[in-house]
Every structure is written in C-alpha cells, then in structure tokens.
C-alpha cells in the first residue's frame, strides 16, 4: 500500500539557522509530490510542487527551496530561517486518476 | 484563477445535532473536483468526501454528505450527529488543472 511519511513532526529553530524538511512516498512511482504551508489563522497555501525527479514549481517567491534528488523523496529547505517562516508544514502527493494524500506534518517555530 | 470561499472561521455545534460548512468556489476548469478534509489538533489531514463536478448524485461517507450545487458553485459539508471527535479545522478543497486550491477553513467545535 501507498504510504507517505513526513519528518521531523516538530521543529524549534533560531533565526538564521538552515532548515530542511524530508518527506518520502513508498508504494508508488513517478508521484507528483507538494510541499504546503498553514501559517497561524491562515488556510494552507501551496509552496512547490514536483511532477518528476529535478522538476520544481515554485508557487510563492520566498525564503525556502525545494528539491526532489529522488523519485519518491522531496526536500524543503532553507539556508537561513525568518520568524515568518514559522508554522505546519504538509507534504502531499497524488498520481493521475488517484486522490491526495498528505503526510502527517511538522510544526516548525522559528524563535 | 480558482478560488475557494468559506465564509465561516469558526462554528459552534451540539453534540447529536447536524451542521452544515459553506463552501463555494470559483473555477474555470470544465472538469474538477471538491474535496473536503478534517484537520484536527494534531495537524495530520483527513480525507472525509470527494465530489467530482460530473457526478450525478451528492456524495456521501457515513455521516458525511456534501450538498453540491453546481449552478451556485457551492458545495458545502453536511456533517449529521456530530460527535465531540468531530471537533477540527475542515478544509473545502477545488481539485482541477491546477495543484489543489485550499480554502481558509472552518473551525467547528462540537459542545456537549
């Protein structure tokens, strides 16, 4: 069966310090991979998505990366983190013809 | 570009009785799909009912059903006997040609 899995669940970190999310899918191949962000009292908003290996779509310019070095593996990152950048973070991913499935999260605050 | 809408940030319900979550939504997509998800405390995302903009009849899962009306681009979540375990943040969610598009959800508590 499909499964996704997402880490860590949660994350403090300092202003300035480099941050990278890892999120992988088992049980599929060729997945279109997401990366979405939920800042406090807001909806969750989509930051990069993936449809193959080294294909990145950037939604929102801003202080994070993405990067997808494997099939089934997709990264978040960032070189130097902003309060702002503070909040849930959920990775997801589907295939054609299939509905969505979203890992379980991680809660960063930057402090 | 699409748009969900829910008007509602937070909605307060008794426990056994039914609530209704607005959910309407703008989309040039000649074929999509609404989803709706539960989010609680923990963060995780729960797929509850999917609605394809095709679909004859209203969806239905358990205590779940989705009032889809397609002319008025609504599709709102009827959740019946609420349960102090519904208590979450849910999500109306368009599906189409472009990666999912989130409305800011609706807070429901549910009161014993």
């Known amino acids: 069966s499909q499964t996704i899995h997402q880490w860590p669940a949660t994350l403090v970190q300092p202003v300035g310090s480099p941050l990278s999310l890892e999120c992988t899918v088992e049980?599929?191949?060729?997945?279109?991979l997401y990366w979405y962000r939920q800042a406090a009292g807001r909806g969750l908003q989509l930051l990069f998505y993936?449809?193959?290996?080294?294909?990145i779509s950037s939604e929102v310019p801003q202080n994070l990366s993405a990067s997808r070095p494997q099939d089934r593996q997709f990264i978040l990152s960032s070189k130097k983190l902003l309060l702002s950048d503070s909040g849930f973070y959920l990775c997801?991913?589907?295939?054609?013809?299939?509905?969505?499935?979203f890992g379980s999260g991680t809660r960063l605050t930057v402090v | 570009a699409q748009k969900i809408t829910q008007t509602q940030p937070g909605m307060f319900v008794q426990e056994k009785e039914a609530v209704t979550l607005d959910c309407t939504y703008d989309?040039?997509?000649?074929?999509?799909?609404l989803f709706w998800y539960k989010q609680p405390s923990s963060g995780e995302m729960i797929f509850l009912i999917y609605q394809g903009s095709y679909d004859q009849q209203n969806a239905t899962e358990g205590r779940y059903s989705l009032n889809f009306q397609k002319a008025r681009k609504s599709a709102n979540l009827v959740i019946s006997a609420s349960q102090l375990g519904d208590s979450a943040m849910y999500f109306c969610i368009h599906s189409g040609n472009t990666p999912l598009v989130f409305g800011k959800g609706t807070r429901l508590s549910v009161i014993a």
């Open positions: 989309t040039s997509d000649p074929s999509y799909g």
């Open positions: 997801a991913w589907t295939r054609t013809g299939s509905g969505y499935t």
């Open positions: 993936s449809v193959g290996i080294g294909q």
């Open positions: 049980g599929t191949s060729n997945p279109n």
